[in-house]
Nanobody, 117 residues
Framework: QVKLVESGGGLVQPGGSLRLSCAAS????????MRWYRQAAGKERELVAT????????NYSDSVKGRFTISRDNAKNTVYLQMNSLKPEDTFVYYC??????????WGQGTQVTVSS
C-alpha cells in the first residue's frame, strides 16, 4: 500500500536550517508530483511547495520562497524540503503529500518543526 514517512523535524533556533525527508513506497514514485504542506493546531493545512514528477517544475508559497528548497531523488523514492533562515513563524507540523494516486491523495504522519530560541 502507499506509504509516506517523514523525518528530519526538530527544534532549531531562529536563522537555523533543517532538512525534511519523505520516504515513499507502494507506488511508482517517479510518476507522481509531490508536495509539502504545513499545519498548526486548529488551522487548515497550508501548501508549502510542489515538485513535478521529474523535478523540473517547482512552486513555492510566498511565505517560504527564497528560504525553502524542495527536491527529489527518484532513485531513492524520496522527496526533501531544505529549510533555511528559519523563523518562529515556520513552527508547524510538516506533512508530505502525494496529491493524486489513483485519484486520491495520500499523506504522511507529519513531523514537528519548532523554531525557537
Amino acid at each position: 500500500q502507499v506509504k509516506l514517512v517523514e523525518s528530519g523535524g526538530g527544534l532549531v533556533q531562529p536563522g537555523g536550517s533543517l532538512r525534511l525527508s519523505c520516504a515513499a513506497s507502494g507506488f511508482t514514485f517517479s510518476n507522481y508530483a509531490m508536495r509539502w504542506y504545513r499545519q498548526a493546531a486548529g488551522k487548515e493545512r497550508e501548501l508549502v511547495a510542489t515538485i513535478s514528477s521529474t523535478g523540473k517544475v517547482i512552486n513555492y508559497s510566498d511565505s517560504v520562497k527564497g528560504r525553502f528548497t524542495i527536491s527529489r531523488d527518484n532513485a531513492k523514492n524520496t522527496v526533501y524540503l531544505q529549510m533555511n533562515s528559519l523563523k518562529p513563524e515556520d513552527t508547524f507540523v510538516y506533512y508530505c503529500n502525494a496529491p493524486s494516486i489513483n485519484s486520491r491523495p495520500y499523506w504522511g504522519q507529519g513531523t514537528q518543526v519548532t523554531v525557537s530560541s
